[in-house]
């Protein structure tokens, strides 16, 4: 019987030094160049920060999440859940350490349905993090639903020729391509109905037609792209997969990107409640300190219990997309995680605010950067509300209705036949009276 809650030693000691060279190295970059890590690296920038990647390359914790044959270590979804909570609380150490979305997804679905054409000329480039990728798939009627999905991609001799909107395409402005899916063929259901193409972001046709950025961001200086295909053609060997797998490839990549995710989220409610501990600790307001006041500790009590069973459960999916490496087996951890992720960053930020007080609800905070963050998650990758239905019917397939009137667990019948059970005994108990 195999049951651990301990890292090997070794990988340990690698996260001990991701832990350090993060805090370290890689956070300042937050701090100087906010908001430009998924812009290509020039000059400075490039200066900076190539040298921190080779230091990730020299340790092996290049694009962990990767098979040897593409890059990476091989290590599978579990170590990198344990190295993603430390690069959680950074938004550049994603990009230093080779593993951030979409990137990460995208890349995983070339290596699974590319030709070698397109693993030369979009894949490889990818892993060496020399350009950016997006993944261009809601639109503005339809949000993620794609049952409502219009734009079309219409054969013509040895090209493809895509017309349409797209929505909340994050990265557009500086990505080198993108992954488009479009309706290839609107008279087949759902599922196969669509495909996907790899598109150069500099395709004839293509418009931007504004970044939208998130809440507290300035009109048109955010990175979430409207866009309009107009009369874009691709050719033929464009097509990522066979015409009408878009479907199952999205879930492929979904599945991987929600978990993530969920694993980087930990890093980051984890600094919410260390701030919120260091707070407690340093503040003094009528005639104690924060970490003396019982509402206070009732912060610090529910924050730690609500982050350790949100890691405990991603830890613990992450295992099994390892175990069972499928993840439609895994779709209902995956699914719950994504459900409990918003709140659990949404609660523990919020509580680590209002113990700093007037200062936790500034910009010189990152508090509402990290409320915003749990708002963006609870619709990422779908809404929650969707992944509460996909959660609930995996459950009921476990479960069957009563075939009687009343509930399987109705005690007086379950005790009409426990005393049938022993009736024997209870004849003995009434003859010694």
């Not at 405990?312 to 699914?335: E, H």
Request: charged residues 25%; glycine residues 8%.
């Amino acid at each position: 019987m195999a049951w651990d809650f301990e890292t090997d030693p070794e990988f340990q000691a690698k996260l001990d030094w991701a832990d350090t060279f993060v805090r370290e190295e890689v956070e300042p970059l937050d701090l100087v160049w906010e908001h430009e890590q998924f812009v290509p690296l020039d000059g400075g920038r490039r200066k900076a920060v190539d040298p921190l990647k080779q230091q990730v390359r020299d340790q092996g914790l290049w694009a962990t999440h990767l098979g040897p044959e593409l890059g990476g270590q091989g290590y599978g979804q579990l170590k990198l859940a344990l190295l993603n909570e430390i690069l959680g609380r950074s938004s550049w150490a994603p990009i230093v350490f080779g593993c951030q979305a979409p990137d990460t997804g995208n890349a995983e679905i070339i290596a699974h349905y590319g030709t070698e054409e397109q693993k030369r000329r979009y894949l490889q480039p990818l892993l060496d993090g020399e350009l950016f990728s997006t993944y261009s798939m809601t639109e503005p009627q339809a949000g993620a639903d794609p049952s409502e999905f219009t734009t079309r991609a219409v054969r013509d001799g040895d090209h493809y020729v895509i017309n349409g909107w797209k929505y909340f395409s994050s990265n557009a402005s500086t990505a080198s391509f993108l992954i488009v899916m479009a309706v290839t063929d609107p008279d087949l259901d759902t599922y196969h109905r669509m495909s996907m193409f790899l598109v150069p972001t500099d395709a004839p046709g293509i418009e931007i037609v504004r970044n939208v950025g998130l809440a507290g961001e300035p009109m048109n200086g955010g990175s979430h792209a409207l866009i309009h295909y107009q009369d874009v053609r691709v050719p033929a060997e464009a097509l990522l997969g066979g015409e009408g797998q878009a479907f199952a490839i999205a879930q492929t990549r979904l599945g991987g990107g929600r978990i993530h995710h969920a694993m980087r989220t930990i890093g980051l409610a984890q600094k919410a409640l260390d701030m919120m501990c260091e707070r407690a600790l340093s503040r003094t307001t009528a005639g104690s300190r924060l970490s003396d006041k019982q509402f206070v500790q009732g912060y610090i009590a529910e924050s730690y219990a609500q982050l350790t069973q949100f890691r405990l459960f991603v830890l613990n999916t992450a295992w099994k997309i390892d175990k069972y490496n499928d993840y439609k087996r895994v779709r209902k951890d995956i699914a719950t995680a994504k459900i409990i992720m918003p709140t659990v960053l949404h609660d523990i930020a919020w509580r680590a605010m209002q113990v700093h007080g007037a200062l936790g609800v500034t910009n010189e905070m990152p508090f509402f950067r990290m409320i915003n963050g749990a708002a963006v998650m609870g619709l990422a990758d779908g809404p929650t509300e969707v992944h509460k239905v996909t959660v609930a019917k995996q459950v009921l397939r476990d479960h069957r209705p009563s075939d009687d009137l009343w509930p399987t667990e109705w005690i007086p019948r379950k005790q009409a036949a426990a005393r049938e059970k022993f009736a024997e005994f209870l004849e003995l108990e009434v003859g010694n009276l």
